[in-house]
């Protein structure tokens, strides 16, 4: 089974719809994150979480909010929809220490019409 | 702020031949730089990694990167490149202060037979 999952893999919605995306590890790992990845414009972190009670905005967290679960679960909201949050999203978690590499999942396809 | 640059938008070379992917970086302090490997429909991969000691790191699947800081770089190299190497590679730095990471824009690499 995969470290890291993300559900759904691919969602297709319309303009205004509330979504949720989630993620769920089993590497035991306190460190998660969101991120968003456009073409030409790699990655940018929308959100990440060090434990459970800390939660932290990242560098384009408008017109998203994030939920921490447990440990092991870390979920993506967007209220209301817009086309140009259509991209691919990723979760990822790292280990305690910044020395540690971080662990993606497959990534989730969204496209909002 | 932390940043971090991949010049090349695409690098193409010849299978057999050596290949070079380059990556520059701005951290203040110490640089914890990371390169990732991106397949098509799948999530990042750890490569490598240089926290501290020997400029030379090695990684998974043959490949390598060399740390220089006088010219802030950690370019990806590999002797001999294989037609299975082509995809998205990103390299990262991590703010040891924050303990979030930043990713270059990528650069596809595409080796031919």
């Known amino acids: 089974d995969a470290d890291v999952t993300q559900t759904p893999r691919n969602r297709i919605t319309k303009t205004g719809k509330r979504i949720m995306l989630e993620c769920s590890q089993t590497?035991?790992?306190?460190?998660m994150y969101w991120y968003r990845q456009d073409p030409g414009l790699g990655l940018r972190l929308i959100y990440y979480?060090?434990?459970?009670?800390?939660?932290n905005k990242g560098e384009i967290s408008d017109g998203y909010s994030v939920s921490r679960q447990a440990q092991a679960k870390f979920s993506l909201s967007l209220e209301s929809a817009i086309p140009n949050q259509t991209a691919l999203y990723f979760c990822?978690?790292?280990?305690?220490?910044?020395?540690?590499?971080?662990?993606f999942g497959p990534g989730t396809r969204l496209t909002v019409l | 702020a932390q940043s971090v640059a991949q010049p090349e938008d695409q690098v193409n070379v010849a299978e057999g031949n050596p290949l070079t992917v380059k990556c520059t970086y701005s951290?203040?302090?110490?640089?914890?730089l990371f390169w990732y490997v991106q397949y098509p429909n799948r999530g990042l991969q750890f490569l490598l990694k240089?926290?501290?000691?020997?400029?030379l790191v090695k990684g998974s699947y043959g490949f390598e990167a060399e740390f220089n800081k006088s010219q802030t770089s950690f370019h990806l190299k590999k002797p001999s490149a294989l037609v299975s190497d082509s995809a998205l590679y990103f390299c990262?730095?991590?703010?040891?202060?924050?303990?979030?990471?930043?990713f270059g824009d990528g650069t596809t690499l595409t080796v031919k037979p």
């Open positions: 990822a978690t790292s280990d305690r220490h910044f020395t540690f590499e971080q662990f």
């Open positions: 590497k035991g790992h306190d460190r």
């Open positions: 979480s060090f434990d459970v009670k800390d939660i």
């Open positions: 951290v203040s302090g110490n640089p914890y």
């Open positions: 240089y926290i501290t000691g020997d400029n």
């Open positions: 990262a730095v991590r703010d040891t202060n924050a303990g979030k990471s930043t």
